[in-house]
Structures are given as structure tokens and as C-alpha cells.
């Protein structure tokens, strides 16, 4: 058996996604910029992609800017926000994605704001009672707050969070790059300035992305050039994967709940096995807490051991792809700026198990009799 269980880094395409881009690889080649029949043909596809996504998250189609990735996009709102608007400060905490925490970090070297950073738990929760502390020192403050943590699954309130930063003026991002496509997000409900979501993530293609951006919020583009997404992006635009991504997060509202249902109980089943079959397992964050955390992500932690150390490789091995936190690290632990921030021991190994909608029991089985195998357990049933 071969199983993936990485679906946090990236998701296999839906077959479905696939169908719907075919024709605009193969036939529809017009560039959307252009005036001639094949062009507009193109641009009625883009905007009609466009009205999809605003639609599922109850936006205008003017706040949606199409971006290559959810790096892209969380750098637009930064950088565009502090050196359009004028801030002086922003806020955000050690536990982000690095394409968040390094971008808040540039901006601080470049001189351009002051950093503050939340404080949080040894489980990762955020002291909102600190946030407001700082906005009500710092007026007119960026915000930089992820919904769910990528390595340790973590959910974040953004529904307080909003209503702190409106209540101070400040304005609020927020990375919803692991929730998009497996929560419903409503932007008239939720007060945010800047929204991000990445194809890849819900079973769409990789290189493509977007930004939600409030109306009434300009600033200025990150890349300049071209007049294409009403000035706010150059460049000629990923129309197969503009196509694709508003099809992908189409199926996935349409499944959601069916999905959530199967998922969590792909994770439940992770969770008594393993506690099951590994003595002195324990989970990072709020993890194994079904209300706390991304019903799609599992971060394990494994008691002290000498076999920490291959962890991975040897999981690898055996056909388990599994990371040991977010993508853009490797190893068992990885340095993980994450786990650092909390504390974590050093000695005890992570796996991020991450699940979508192709992954079965038959692997949850798999992946954790492999596991347990190192630790020279034999597996028991459920």
C-alpha cells in the first residue's frame, strides 16, 4: 500500500477540476487581454470564475484579485496595506506561516513598521485580551492572523479577532490558505479587510490564488506592469488555473459538510489508534481537540527515542508520505519555528498526518501499523 497523508502541503487534483480545465489548455488559448473574439471569449471565463468565488464567500467579484499562490497574496495585503495606508505598526504572532511571519519581518527591517507579537499558551492559543491591549496603544494597526495553524492545526477565533481590529480601526488579514474549501467563509459576517486562499490546498491546481480585499480598501498592486485585475496585478493571467480554482472551491462547498463528516472520522480513528498503539503519544496544539482544531490535520508527538531521528525516511520507507510540520521544512522535528514557539521537546519526534476526502481507512490503518512497527508494537483493531 502507498498512502498520502500530506493533503496540508498539497491535494491531488479532483478529476472533476481536471475536466473543467481541459478546454482552456487544449481550445481556448485567447489571451484575456485581448480585444479579438478569442481574447473576449477568455475574459468571460476569468470573470465568470471570478462571480463563482465571490459568490461562495458572499463577496463582490470586484474584491477578488487573482494571484499565482497564497505567498503572493499575503504579501500583496502586507506590503500594500503599510506603504499605502501609512501604518506605522502591525501585529501578528510567532506561531504564522513563514509567508506571513517573514514578510512582517521584511517590513520591519525595511524600517517600515514596529512588530509586535500575541502571546500565546504552550498549546498555542492566542491571548486576545492582549490583542486589544495593542490596538488600543497602536490605532490603525495591521493585523496579520491566520484561521488554522498549518502545522499544528490550531483554529483561531477570526470572528473575535475581526471584531477587536474593527473596534480599533485596525486592519485585519487573515490566512485562511489551510481553511478555504473545507470551511464556509463569509466576508460580510467576518470582519476582514484581506482574505487568501490557494487552489492546490482544496483539490484545485497548483499556481493559482486569490485575495479577497475588501471594497473601499486601495492599494497599491505588488506587481506592477500590465493593467490586468483592474491594475491590482500584472501579468497575463493562469486562465486553466483561474478556471480550476473556481471550480474546485465550487465541489468543495457543495461537499463540505459530507466531507467534514468523513474526514473527522479518518482523524478520530488516527487519534484511538495511535493512542492505542504508541505509549506516551501525545498530540501538539489543540490537535486531537475536534472543536479547537483543522479537522484536516493531526500533529503527533512521539515520545523520546533514538528512532526520531529517521522518522520519516523510514516511514517513507514503508509508502507513508507524511510531514514533520509544514511543507517547507524537512526532518522529523525540522527546526519548526512552530513547535519551537511552543515550547516543544526537542527529543520527541512530530508527524503532521493531513487528510482529505480520497483517503481511507484502510490507510489510517496502514499509516499507523507502520508506525507502530518502529516503536515494536504490533497493531490492534478497532
Wanted: aromatic share 6%; net charge negative; charged share 20%.
Amino acid at each position: 500500500m502507498n498512502v498520502y497523508f500530506d493533503n496540508a502541503a498539497t491535494t491531488p487534483l479532483d478529476p472533476e477540476v481536471l475536466d473543467a480545465m481541459l478546454p482552456f489548455m487544449r481550445d481556448h488559448f485567447g489571451n484575456p487581454s485581448s480585444i479579438h473574439g478569442h481574447g473576449r471569449q477568455v475574459r468571460a471565463a476569468v470573470e465568470n470564475a471570478r462571480k463563482t468565488i465571490a459568490h461562495l464567500i458572499n463577496a463582490a467579484p470586484a474584491e477578488i484579485v487573482f494571484t499565482s499562490c497564497g505567498t503572493e497574496a499575503d504579501n500583496y495585503a502586507a506590503f500594500g496595506s503599510v506603504r499605502t495606508l501609512g501604518l506605522k505598526h502591525a501585529v501578528t504572532s510567532t506561531l504564522e506561516h513563514h509567508a506571513v511571519l517573514h514578510t512582517m519581518q521584511a517590513l520591519e527591517k525595511a524600517g517600515d513598521i514596529t512588530l509586535s507579537y500575541l502571546r500565546h499558551d504552550a498549546q498555542g492559543r492566542l491571548d486576545l485580551e492582549h490583542l486589544d491591549e495593542l490596538l488600543a496603544a497602536h490605532p490603525r494597526t495591521f493585523v496579520s492572523l491566520m484561521h488554522a495553524n498549518n502545522e499544528i492545526g490550531n483554529l483561531n477565533d477570526i470572528v473575535a479577532i475581526g471584531e477587536i481590529c474593527a473596534r480599533h480601526n485596525a486592519v485585519f488579514h487573515t490566512d485562511t490558505v489551510q481553511t478555504m474549501g473545507h470551511y464556509r467563509h463569509d466576508v460580510q459576517q467576518l470582519k476582514a479587510n484581506f482574505l487568501v486562499g490557494s487552489a492546490h490546498k482544496f483539490h484545485g491546481p497548483k499556481g493559482v490564488g486569490f485575495l479577497y480585499r475588501r471594497s473601499g480598501l486601495l492599494v497599491d498592486a505588488l506587481i506592477h506592469g500590465g493593467g490586468q485585475e483592474r491594475n491590482q496585478r500584472a501579468g497575463t493571467e493562469n486562465v486553466y488555473g483561474i478556471i480550476g480554482l473556481a471550480k474546485a472551491l465550487e465541489i468543495a462547498y457543495r461537499d463540505m459538510a459530507e466531507h467534514q463528516r468523513y474526514i473527522q472520522g479518518l482523524k478520530d480513528r488516527f487519534i484511538t489508534l495511535l493512542r492505542s498503539e504508541i505509549e506516551g503519544v501525545e498530540f501538539n496544539g489543540t490537535s486531537a481537540e475536534a472543536d479547537q482544531s483543522l479537522y484536516t490535520v493531526l500533529s503527533v508527538s512521539l515520545p523520546p527515542s533514538e528512532l526520531n531521528e529517521m522518522l520519516l525516511f523510514n516511514l517513507d520507507i514503508n509508502k507513508v508520505s507524511v510531514s514533520g510540520g509544514s511543507a517547507c521544512t524537512s526532518g522529523a522535528n525540522a527546526g519548526s519555528h512552530v513547535l519551537n514557539a511552543l515550547g516543544a521537546d526537542p527529543n520527541r519526534g512530530t508527524i503532521r498526518f493531513s487528510m482529505s476526502k480520497y483517503n481511507t481507512t484502510e490507510e489510517v490503518d496502514y499509516a499507523v501499523a507502520q508506525l507502530a512497527k518502529m516503536y515494536r508494537k504490533e497493531p490492534q483493531k478497532v
